[in-house]
Each structure stands twice: as structure tokens, then as C-alpha cells.
């Protein structure tokens, strides 16, 4: 079965929107098979969006991502990693789908509220990052 590592960034975080954010994935048939809280350091960071080094929004997305608590999940299922960016909506929130997440909840492309892995790779390259203690 497929695995998707989902973020709850830290601007969904505070604005209170984590259990709406992940009843959405659950309603879509996905199954929460990891969870917590935490807070990225600058280094796993900069890990996590490695393919992003040397972008201009570089900098500004580590310090964003690093910027308060967050929560991470893995999700399963059928398909997951494209369901799951299904759910979420196109990177620019003012291009995603209404009824996504960033088409229902965000405005900027830099606080975008949500990560999901790009791949299958990704998403077990992701998970491995973010709960070491099961792979
Ligand atoms: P993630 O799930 O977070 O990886 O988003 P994504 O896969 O939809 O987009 P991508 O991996 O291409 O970019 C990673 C993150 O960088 C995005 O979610 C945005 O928050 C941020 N980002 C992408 N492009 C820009 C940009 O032009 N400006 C700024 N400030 N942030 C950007
Ligand atoms: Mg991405």
C-alpha cells in the first residue's frame, strides 16, 4: 500500500486548522498510520525541500517551515501520494480547485498550509525524515 507524507505547515498549525485539515484526508479514504507534533530544525529543513536549494524562495521557505510547531503524518492508501495532492490543491492557492484545502483556506503561495510527497520515493524518503524510529 502506498504512503504519503503529509505536512500540517506551521501557518495551518496556528491558525487552528490541524483536525479540519486531517478529517479531510480521512474523509477521502486515507489512513493516518503515523502522527505528531514537532518543530523542524533548520537542518532537517533543509533536508525535507532539498530539491528546492539554490531557488529564491529558498531561504524564506526554511524559515517559514521552521518558523513553529508543525504536524506530520503518514497517510496510506490506494494511490495515496495523488489523492493526497488532491486533497490539498495546486501549489498557488489562488489556482487551486475550491473544495481543496488551499483552494478553501489559503491565499499565498509561501503559506500554502499543506505538504504531501511528490512521489512514491519522495514519500519514503519523507516518512524515513520525519518518524526515523519506524524505518
Ligand atoms: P509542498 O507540498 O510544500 O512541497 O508543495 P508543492 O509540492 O505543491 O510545491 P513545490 O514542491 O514546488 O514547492 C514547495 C513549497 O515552496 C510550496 O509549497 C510553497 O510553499 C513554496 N514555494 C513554491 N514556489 C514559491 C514561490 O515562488 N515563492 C514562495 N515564497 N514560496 C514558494
Ligand atoms: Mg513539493
Known amino acids: ?6 505536512l500540517v505547515k ?5 491558525r487552528g486548522l490541524t483536525g479540519e485539515i486531517l478529517a479531510r484526508f ?9 502522527l505528531k507534533q514537532t518543530t ?12 528546492h ?4 524562495f529558498f531561504g524564506e521557505l526554511v524559515e517559514f517551515i521552521t518558523s513553529g510547531p508543525l504536524v506530520a503524518a ?18 498557488n492557492p489562488l489556482e ?3 473544495g481543496s484545502i488551499r483552494g478553501d483556506f489559503a491565499i499565498e503561495v509561501g503559506t500554502n498550509l499543506v505538504h504531501g510527497s511528490d512521489s512514491p520515493e519522495a514519500g ?6 520525519f518518524f526515523p524510529e519506524l524505518s
Open 74 to 91: 503518514i497517510l496510506e492508501g490506494e494511490s495515496a501520494i495523488k489523492a493526497a495532492r488532491q486533497v490539498i490543491g495546486a501549489t
Open 10 to 14: 506551521p501557518d495551518a498549525f496556528a
Open 124 to 129: 519514503v524518503r519523507e516518512a524515513g525524515i
Open 53 to 56: 536549494q539554490g531557488k529564491p
Open 26 to 34: 480521512e474523509r477521502k479514504g486515507l489512513k493516518i498510520a503515523a
Open 1 to 6: 500500500v502506498e504512503k504519503t507524507l503529509i
Open 40 to 51: 523542524l530544525t533548520v537542518e532537517i529543513a533543509e533536508t525535507h525541500y532539498g530539491e
Open 96 to 98: 487551486a480547485a475550491t
